[in-house]
């Protein structure tokens, strides 16, 4: 998806079951944190633990994270809460708006990806590695650990007495991390695969896979407009003739196209890696969602 300004549609507000927030209250003692999405929640509750109480505006499984639109009680929620987190990068344009609280503590995940590699023109670099901007940053490893420690960072500053706590609980983390990075790290040098979006792009970046998708089809997908016929064609031969190593299908955001196309892929024996924007339903947190998406990955890759 592209960085998208206008978020439309609907979407309830829920507790963020999925990383064991309860319903916030003002006599919990927890602190109160309020993230765009239950994926950034999740990070933060794997820092906080027991010492935090977290709110996600956006943790439905089934829903186009795109198709929201804010309430009044999204904005009554960020006001009260001691911290809030967000994307940032255009994903989640509507959550700063709401941010009303002169110097409120807040993070924002876009601006502390790892940049050490990537281009200023976002061109593939000698190894074929498409670098380009995206803002799907919680795919990035190394983003996803510069958010948990500034989480540990602005948590300890809230609640002083607990941050060895918290420091404690961002090493773990972060370790699990790494040993992600170690598993997903090379593993599809050599490989080629294609994507029905790229909001995977960094850790197929990180498996050293050449992402061949067809850069008029990703942008008409991204747009949600009509694939050119050409760029139909291609893709399709691409999985049909079994020229890719997997197909990467984000099943939060499926229409048709994708859809045959991932019927497709099953049809010719390609791999299909699904992936998702926000942690699906029985998923215990950050660590367990990624750690199922890397090993489905690293297997289709190795097959």
Same mark, same amino acid.
């Given at each position: 998806? %592209?960085?998208?300004?206008?978020?439309? #549609?609907?979407?309830?507000?829920?507790?963020?079951?999925?990383?064991?927030?309860?319903?916030?209250?003002?006599? %919990?003692?927890?602190?109160?944190?309020?993230?765009?999405?239950?994926?950034?929640?999740?990070?933060? *509750?794997?820092?906080? #633990?027991?010492?935090?109480?977290?709110?996600?505006?956006?943790?439905?499984?089934?829903?186009?994270?795109?198709?929201?639109?804010? *309430?009044?009680?999204?904005?009554?929620?960020?006001?009260?809460?001691?911290?809030?987190?967000?994307? #940032?990068?255009?994903?989640?344009?509507?959550?700063?708006?709401?941010?009303? =609280?002169? #110097?409120?503590?807040?993070?924002?995940?876009?601006?502390?990806?790892?940049?050490?590699?990537?281009?200023? +023109?976002?061109?593939?670099? @000698?190894?074929?590695?498409?670098?380009?901007?995206?803002?799907?940053?919680?795919?990035?490893?190394? =983003?996803?650990?510069?958010?948990?420690?500034?989480?540990?960072?602005?948590?300890?500053?809230?609640?002083?007495?607990? *941050?060895?706590?918290?420091?404690?609980?961002?090493?773990?983390? =972060?370790?699990?991390?790494?040993?992600?990075?170690?598993?997903?790290?090379?593993?599809?040098?050599?490989?080629?695969?294609?994507?029905?979006?790229?909001?995977?792009?960094?850790?197929?970046?990180?498996?050293?896979?050449?992402?061949?998708?067809?850069?008029?089809? +990703?942008?008409?997908?991204?747009?949600?407009?009509?694939?050119?016929?050409?760029?139909?064609?291609?893709?399709? *031969?691409?999985?049909?003739?079994?020229?890719?190593?997997?197909?990467?299908?984000?099943?939060? =955001?499926?229409?048709?196209?994708?859809?045959?196309?991932? $019927?497709?892929?099953?049809?010719?024996?390609?791999?299909?890696?699904?992936? %998702? $924007?926000?942690?699906? @339903?029985?998923?215990?947190?950050?660590?367990?969602?990624?750690?199922?998406?890397?090993?489905?990955?690293?297997?289709?890759?190795?097959?």
């Amino acid at each position: 998806m %592209t960085l998208r300004n206008a978020l439309v #549609g609907a979407l309830a507000v829920v507790s963020l079951a999925a990383c064991g927030a309860s319903t916030p209250s003002a006599d %919990t003692g927890k602190i109160q944190v309020v993230a765009s999405t239950n994926v950034w929640g999740s990070v933060i *509750k794997a820092v906080g #633990g027991d010492e935090v109480e977290v709110k996600a505006l956006l943790d439905d499984p089934s829903a186009d994270p795109h198709s929201y639109e804010s *309430k009044p009680a999204d904005a009554a929620l960020i006001k009260d809460a001691k911290l809030v987190v967000f994307n #940032g990068g255009g994903y989640d344009d509507f959550f700063p708006k709401l941010i009303t =609280t002169d #110097g409120q503590k807040k993070i924002e995940a876009f601006p502390l990806r790892d940049n050490h590699a990537e281009p200023a +023109s976002g061109a593939p670099d @000698a190894e074929g590695h498409d670098h380009s901007v995206n803002e799907h940053v919680w795919y990035d490893l190394h =983003t996803v650990r510069a958010v948990a420690e500034a989480a540990a960072n602005e948590l300890g500053g809230i609640a002083p007495g607990k *941050k060895t706590t918290f420091e404690s609980n961002t090493q773990k983390f =972060t370790a699990a991390l790494e040993d992600l990075e170690k598993k997903v790290a090379g593993v599809g040098k050599g490989r080629k695969v294609a994507a029905t979006e790229p909001i995977a792009h960094y850790l197929l970046d990180a498996t050293g896979a050449q992402d061949v998708t067809p850069e008029a089809f +990703s942008k008409a997908i991204e747009e949600e407009s009509d694939v050119p016929a050409a760029a139909l064609a291609e893709m399709n *031969k691409l999985v049909e003739g079994k020229q890719v190593n997997a197909l990467v299908n984000n099943t939060q =955001t499926e229409n048709q196209v994708t859809k045959q196309l991932v $019927e497709k892929a099953k049809t010719a024996g390609v791999p299909v890696v699904e992936v %998702t $924007e926000t942690l699906p @339903a029985g998923a215990t947190g950050y660590l367990d969602w990624m750690s199922k998406q890397v090993d489905a990955l690293s297997q289709a890759l190795k097959a």
